[in-house]
């Protein structure tokens, strides 16, 4: 008999794990709170699907830096100092994570993550027909003073390998590799860069709403939208699921169920007591829309990175993505200017021929976990599973997650 599965979430995480059991023939249903697929944390990150960023972020230069930019309303990282237990545990996990000597490990199990999700992404690409601004141009990582090149050329002795070849460039190779940095109206002299030539980039909310459609039309994966999960329990060997819908209330049971449900996972883990700590680090980004030929033609078309300042661009057709920042400030989704200026200033700085007159702000909440590894694990009440806590990574390690999260939940059958 085939098992009824539910999967609480159509973000990333929530479409890739109903993918994988679908293939598998089990009988999925796609739940979520929003109207439709992918509208949260799913809707408009940076694009980069980043064997190569998959450094965890526990060191103490970032602890440091942290401190540094506490106060500084456009810094890469802003840490509301509010009182709130919640971040105060989270930061204590962080602290205890960085001192942990498993920075290096930790990092090496994200990069195979990272990569496998990659090859997934660019499978389903194929086998699919899948359209989502796919862009298999790798990665470039640039620097402008030679102490950060060097401090990341360095880091190739224990990260480059196959899948993430680290290539230090030159000023005149960085600026051959993406013509558009070689602006003659740019002011900002660059020292040098790192191509990641294996890494991609695509439009994470156009992947989730055609895997979506391709759910239900090719796999019948049943959806309930605009669907709001209020509790969950075991009763005998049914996971039992309370919705709230626009106008009742419903009970369903299911024989397993997997929370892909982005920060909001922490709360059904603390219903059914589970350990874990999620927190909610916000981010920001926004799209450029390409409108007139100049700005089309001066746009990069390799993905970047702007290593110092955390600041990543991705082309997406005729839309250019640029994200960056990270927030500690709880569940707040405010779009703050303060936070959106960098962005634009960033832009016009680097490619000063590129309109910013029509653009779309965002920010969304990433799941983050204190050492920044996703949790993918069943809980204590059996039949309910975990895949969250991806952090800045979740386009970059969704597929392969979600395999992971449908191959334990087969598993358990």
Known sequence: MTNKIAIIGAGIAGTTTAYSLAKQGMDVTLIDSRRYPAMATSYANGGQLSASNSEVW???KNIINGMKWMFKKDAPLLFNPSPSLEKYKWILGFLAATFDGKHKSKTQ????????????????????????????????HFYDTQKELDIAAAKASWLDQEGM?????????????????????????????????SDASGDIHKFCKNMHKLLEEKYAVKSLFNTEIESIYKDKDKVILSAATESETTGYHFDKVAICAGIDTQK????????????PVKGYSVTIHLEDEKSKKSAPQVSLLDDPKKIVSSRLGDRLRVAGTAELAGKNK??????????????????????????????????????????????????????????HLGWTLGAATGDLLAAKILDAN
């Open 165 to 197: 070849e680290w290539e230090v460039l030159d000023i005149d190779q960085v600026e051959d590799l993406e013509p558009a940095l070689k602006s003659s109206n740019n002011q900002k002299k660059l020292a040098g860069g790192i191509y990641t030539k």
């Open 109 to 140: 199990e994200t990069i195979e993550l990272a990569k496998r999700a990659r090859e997934l992404y660019y499978k389903i690409s194929d086998d699919e027909g899948i359209e989502f601004d796919l862009l298999k141009k790798g990665i470039l």
């Open 58 to 60: 526990n060191t103490p």
């Open 268 to 279: 059904f883990a603390d219903i059914l007591g589970d350990k874990m700590r999620v927190y």
């Open 334 to 391: 405010d779009i703050r200017q303060d936070r959106i200026r960098p962005l634009l200033g960033w832009v016009r700085e680097y490619f000063p021929e590129v309109s910013t007159e029509n653009y779309t702000p965002w920010a969304g909440l990433r799941p983050m976990t204190p050492n920044m590894m996703p949790l993918v694990f069943e809980s204590k009440a059996k039949g309910i599973f975990y895949n969250t806590g991806h952090g």
